[in-house]
């Protein structure tokens, strides 16, 4: 399984991204998705999550209302719709996803395979 983001650049305050996710897997609604980040001398930390049949999605509190998690089963690939950016939000963005119910959704280790990142950056 691999998972390849892209999307990722630099925007101003107020400003829009869309990162996208592509999975290269035949069994793509196997896993649940989640969108991670980590900012310079930060913990990787939860953003976003869509569960197996993407029915269900959580949100950190610091983007709830601004960050969108969303799928297209069809073309393999998971999206994080986010508006309204803060320079806070600058970081390095990861895709995950875990195939069993170990652990919690909002913790790195409870995920099996990750992307490559994609950095985020947003100036004041």
């Known amino acids: 399984v691999q998972l390849v983001e892209s999307g990722g650049g630099s925007v101003q305050a107020g400003g829009s991204l869309r990162l996208s996710c592509a999975v290269s897997?035949?069994?793509?609604?196997?896993?649940?998705k989640g969108w991670f980040r980590q900012a310079p001398g930060k913990e990787r930390e939860f953003v976003a999550y869509?569960?197996?049949?993407?029915?269900?999605?959580y949100y950190a509190d610091s983007v709830k209302g601004r960050f969108t998690i969303s799928r297209d089963n069809a073309k393999n690939t998971v999206y994080l719709q986010m508006n309204s950016l803060k320079p806070e939000d600058t970081a390095v963005y990861y895709c995950?996803?875990?195939?069993?119910?170990?652990?919690?959704?909002?913790?790195?280790?409870?995920?099996?395979?990750w992307g490559q990142g994609t950095q985020v950056t947003v100036s004041s």
């Open positions: 897997t035949r069994t793509f609604t196997n896993y649940a």
């Open positions: 995950a996803m875990r195939s069993d119910y170990s652990g919690t959704y909002r913790s790195p280790t409870s995920f099996n395979y």
């Open positions: 869509s569960d197996w049949g993407g029915g269900s999605t």
